[in-house]
């Protein structure tokens, strides 16, 4: 199935959204690499469910309030997209930077959700000050980067020979609204872990085996801290399973969306 994009306003806000498929709704929240790449994952779960996978304002060449400045406000958004766009019993999936944002969004409201799947997901704090849980890619040289995020970098790292224009524009954006919602402090809200007990649907937290931005046993914890939830490894994976093993991580997050369990 092909992925259609296109421009929605949300609350005031204008975005670009990718949209596939029939049957059950599953939100889709992007990482720091956005959709590129992606769209073999994100076709394969758009033959069990209708994809809803948006920009998030900032990123890409989606619209950014000057009122928009800490994780907070993309989590609201994101809750009012489920409203605007009416979506119920929804399987609400994160990966990265997007299953911080997703988290967020639970431990708000539930209202609309039928299950939370987080991939790799950023945003929590377990250790003390003096423990670093999640590798500072920003202070890293690309080789060195690519070597954190992915399990096979030579294959899977972004090229950007041949670009377009406007995707080298959505590529430039991606980083500074990832440095803007998540530098102070580092990629993590102080208080989220605290509130991830009012998560109360079925969870799923998934993570790539090889991931050297955030280990396994961050993974486990991050499952850990939320009643009920389920961890899985993706074998072969690094930080974006849904890139390097599109076919294995989309079945693990259809089968689970599909059961609600």
Known sequence: MSLATTRVDISGVSIDLLESGDGP????????????????????????????????????????????????????FGLDLLEAMDLRDTALVGAGFGGWVAAEMAIRSTE???SLTLIDALG??????????????HAMYPD??????YSDPDRFRLRTEGMS???LTALVR????????????????????HWLHR???????????????VSTEYGRQYAAAIPGARFE???????YPGLERPLETATLVSDFAGQGV
């Open 25 to 76: 709704a599953m939100l889709y929240l992007h990482g720091g690499r956005g959709h590129f790449g992606f769209e073999p994952f994100l076709e394969e779960l758009a033959k069990t469910h209708r994809v809803i996978a948006p920009w998030l304002p900032g990123f890409g060449h989606s619209e950014l309030p000057r009122s928009y400045t800490t994780i907070d406000d993309l989590a609201f």
């Open 112 to 114: 609309r959700l039928r």
């Open 124 to 137: 929590v704090k377990f250790g003390d000050h003096l423990v670093r849980e999640i590798a500072d890619i």
């Open 144 to 149: 060195e980067v690519n070597k954190t995020l």
């Open 165 to 167: 224009d406007d995707d």
């Open 174 to 193: 991606l980083g500074e609204a990832e440095v803007l919602f998540g530098w102070k402090p580092y990629m993590h809200n102080p208080k989220l872990r």
């Open 199 to 213: 998560i109360n649907v079925p969870t799923l937290v998934a993570w790539g085996e090889k991931d050297a931005m």
């Open 233 to 239: 490894i993706v074998d072969g994976a690094g930080h």
